[in-house]
């Protein structure tokens, strides 16, 4: 079992930056990815980024590739989403997810393990 715990949410303004943080409660490397989806009432939870430890690939939605970058911090068990020209549209709550084997990245139904969510509020 594998507890996810995000912070770094806030309200910012468009065109600002955030940084978000998932800290695990246990050395991330033995899973096979962790990343970050978003959800706004009503919405499926939309992927966002992912990071594959085995071979370091990182993938993005289209719609923040450019504008967001994911990176680890093994040493911590730490994964950060930094945010950089949010948009309105960026708005939402963020959850970090890991799961512990390949599939289809950007299905939020193939992750095995959540963390409770930060919301981000981007004012235009």
């Known amino acids: 079992q594998v507890q996810l715990e995000e912070s770094g949410g806030g309200l910012v303004q468009a065109g600002g930056s955030l940084r978000l943080s998932c800290a695990a409660s246990?050395?991330?490397?033995?899973?096979?990815?962790i990343g970050w989806f978003r959800q706004v009432p009503g919405n499926e939870r939309e992927f966002v980024s992912v990071i594959i430890w085995s071979h370091g690939n990182i993938y993005y939605a289209d719609s923040v590739k450019g504008r967001f970058t994911i990176s680890t911090d093994n040493a911590k068990n730490t994964v950060y989403l930094q945010m950089n020209s949010v948009k309105p549209e960026d708005t939402g709550v963020y959850y970090c997810?890991?799961?512990?084997?390949?599939?289809?990245?950007?299905?939020?139904?193939?992750?095995?393990?959540w963390g409770q969510g930060t919301q981000v509020t981007v004012s235009s």
């Open positions: 997810a890991a799961r512990r084997y390949a599939g289809a990245l950007e299905s939020s139904t193939t992750y095995d393990y």
């Open positions: 246990r050395r991330t490397g033995s899973l096979y990815a």
